[in-house]
């Protein structure tokens, strides 16, 4: 008995293996995703490496983000199916079976298409793990070599998760079968169609959503504000994007439908009625697709050109080779300065290393809050400060100053200051924690100096240099951190500079006590590459991985949509064939509904990353990238690179659905 | 004078492999005269689909020729056929196809968009032919908001604002009840009564009987004719009720009866073209 149902359920995936085939296909690659993630992640060879913890953490987001998404697009697979697939169903039941013999052939489907799903998934898994960890420790830049093992976890976690995802698909079915009447499943999938409603407020709200996320991407300044405003302009643009394809399509439709000299014309006729219909029918999957869309080139671009931009960073955040900070509870004798800066060139010499551009200066610095000529320490308690008010205040000598811009400035006399800003300072006298100076001379910054990056995120105001003329001005700002800087750059291997610094850090660590200095930190451009190497080749991995994934559920939502269409199509077409209409005309028409229907994501979907490059460029900045031109030929290559690709996706699912309308 | 002619007309299907052949149509002659009202009616399998299509353009006859108003319908270019098909034939389908996504004035007017009429014109020729056919109120509808007799007249209307040659209505009423069914024929009537010429495949006796002539179709042949001369509905309803057991008694086996043949001097107008009577 059971036998039979079995059977049934094999013919029951043949014959509509138009449907089950890319399911099926989908549902392996999937599986096949799931499980090398989740291998790579648990992998002793990735977790010994260093950087280890970086790709781990990008791996894991990656983990979830796969499961959901996996889990989200079978679901909405089988629902199509389900649809399609109703009327055969409603036949069984005429035919005599009771829903618990439907549930029992319903099962064995399922089961069937489990085993081969996730078989299929782990087969192929098990065999490209290698090579995608492989991938992914070049991307890093790790050199230990990856074997080739069978992750445990990763198998059963693959099972256990498209198990439950089949599941509850199943309980879904279920439902959909026991709800409905044989009638209700014979005419599953003809209920005629109410003309669509113009949803005015809708289609108005719509363009506000989008015009107000254009304009907070376009005129956003400052990283903070990117960042904050970032999401919302999102949320903005997703919904203004629903509404978009859900009710400005329809309402542009019915007003070019209301204007009779367009509207009755054989091209216009067919094609604005058969788009209104069209638009009512996938408004909401091809809303989805543009999303989509728009995720895959932004993910894509961006981590492809962080990747691409890993020297450029390194050079903008650490424009010296090394640069190391000691940091001071005084401020200290030159003689102790100068001793600093001897040992680093022994430890040159040690390592047999060539210094060049070594440069030495010292600073105190301090966070602040300004309020015009008044500068008073930042208070975390003090409720009228929030965190923009935040502002960063250096103070240097006179002879350090010049050393670091490489200008000469006027001596400058005791009580008075030099203030330096990127604005210039208005005022006479500045008060600083309680005392007033004289403004001696007032300068705007070069535009080098430290800590550029926070200048980016405090804003330019807020960052102010206060000049003094020598080591003796500085003791009333002792109490703040005083800090001593060297900075060289050198010549030599990655290897022989990584080991250069590492000796420069002990040999700086081996005066702490001679110079009496609290605390030493020292930032090696070598060692940052290997940094970045892993944060923006796991967020490249992260990036093409998740491309791949969002792109292969466009493909599948473009190819069951198309396959819909056509048997949506083909009785209209039928139709207009017998009334009078040539082939070639209603070929035409077709042609133009399907095209306008399937590219419309993809136009949308650029035309949203036109719209963010101001607010994602400034994003970019975080992650210490300001190479413009660098990040505009990757959204231009991602994107065209996304079209060919859409369009050869286009190119293939036309073919199923001309065979279908005619 | 004749406005269609079917001239020894053969249709054979070939299956795939050509290992069988299956004769729709044989030698089929008959002529439609300008103005007339023909029913045909035949069994399932008698080949009134094949013919109807034949006519219709949409399939070829394998040997024969088919003239509307002298023009050989099987020598036109496969590339002028959906134009001719729109400006010289009216079509009436049993499931109205009538395309949902359209309003009923926009699905009456679609033969005159593919036409590309003015949008003067169409609302010209629309408003009497609605009136006419009592949708007027109903112009904005979609077709899934009406009832069957109004979707099937919105078809009759597409079918006649072309002023075609010829209507080709293929089982009108068979998804009608029988009071929408009267007012199809009805309006079948009052068209015909306008000079429209209309040539109608049905199953339904009732319908058959609205007709001027009926042509019995059985194995691809013209059977047998009936001329309505001077009879009612009723009347003609009875012999076409008789001719049609007659038929089926002879499918059986059994010999035309006698009695059968006063068809032809009836009334002395049963029957004009008595020569046309029996082409079998």
Sequence with gaps: MNCLYCKLAVTNLKNNRQFYLPYILAGIVSAMMFYIMRAIQGSKAIAAMRGADTVYLILTMGLVIVALCTGIFLFYTNSFVMKRRKKELGVYNILGMEKKHIAKVMAWESVILYVLTVCGGLVLGIVFHKLVAMFLAKLTGMSESIPFYVSGWGCLQTVELFGLVYVLMLFYNFLQVSLANPVALLHGNSVGEREPKVKWISAVAGIGCIVAGYYIAVTVQGILEAVNMFFIAVLLVIVGTYALFLSVSIAFLKILKNNKKYYYQTTHFITVSGMLYRMKRNAVGLANICVLSTMVLVIISTTVCLYAGVEDSLKQNFPKEISATQYFDHVPARADREYLVEQVAAAAKKQNREMTDVSSYMDIVTVIHMDGNVIERYDNENPAYDFTDMGMLYVMARADYEKFTGHTYEPIAPGSVMVAASHLFEEDSIEIFGTTYLVADKTTFPDDFPDSELQAVLGNKQVIYIVVEDEQALEPFAAYEVRHHIELDTDGTPEERKAFATAVEEALGACKETTAFTSGMLMSRAHQREEYMALNGGFLFLGLFLGILFLMITVMIIYYKQTSEGYEDRERFAIMTKVGMGRDVVKAAINTQVRTVFFMPIIVAVLHLTMAFPMLKIIMYVFGLMNTELFVGCLVVTSVVFAVIYFIVFRITSRSYYRIVY | ?280
């Design chain 2, 1 to 280: 004078m004749s406005i269609l002619k079917v001239k020894n007309v053969s249709k054979i299907y070939t299956t795939r492999f050509g290992s069988t052949k299956v004769q729709a149509l044989s030698n089929m002659n008959f002529t439609v005269e300008q103005g007339e009202y023909v029913a045909i009616m035949g069994e399932s399998g008698s080949g009134k689909t094949t013919l109807l299509n034949i006519l219709a353009s949409l399939d070829r006859p394998t040997s024969g020729e088919v003239l509307l108003n002298g023009k050989n319908l099987t020598s036109i270019k496969e590339k002028e056929i959906s134009a001719f098909r729109r400006d010289n034939l009216g079509f009436v389908f049993q499931d109205f196809n009538l395309l949902d996504n359209f309003s009923l004035k926009d699905n009456i007017l679609l033969p005159l968009v593919l036409q590309r009429k003015p949008v003067a014109e169409m609302e010209e020729r629309l408003t009497p032919i609605a009136e006419r056919l009592g949708i007027a109120q109903l112009l904005e509808k979609y077709p899934y908001e009406v009832s069957g007799g109004q979707k099937q007249r919105t078809a009759v209307a597409r079918a006649i604002i072309t002023s075609p040659q010829l209507i080709l209505a293929d089982e009108p009423t068979g998804a009608l009840d029988s009071k929408a069914s009267a007012g199809l024929l009805h309006v079948f009537r009052e068209i015909n009564r306008d000079g429209q010429t209309i040539l109608m495949v049905t199953h339904s006796t009732n319908a058959a009987s609205h007709a001027d002539r009926i042509m019995f179709i059985k194995d691809g042949e013209v059977f047998h004719q009936l001329y309505r001369g001077n009879l009612t509905n009723e009347q003609l309803y009875a012999r076409i009720s008789d001719t049609l057991t007659v038929l089926a008694q002879k499918a059986e086996g059994a010999q035309f009866p006698p009695e059968c043949q006063f068809n032809r001097t009836d009334s002395g107008a049963g029957l004009q073209k008595a020569d046309e009577m029996y082409v079998s």
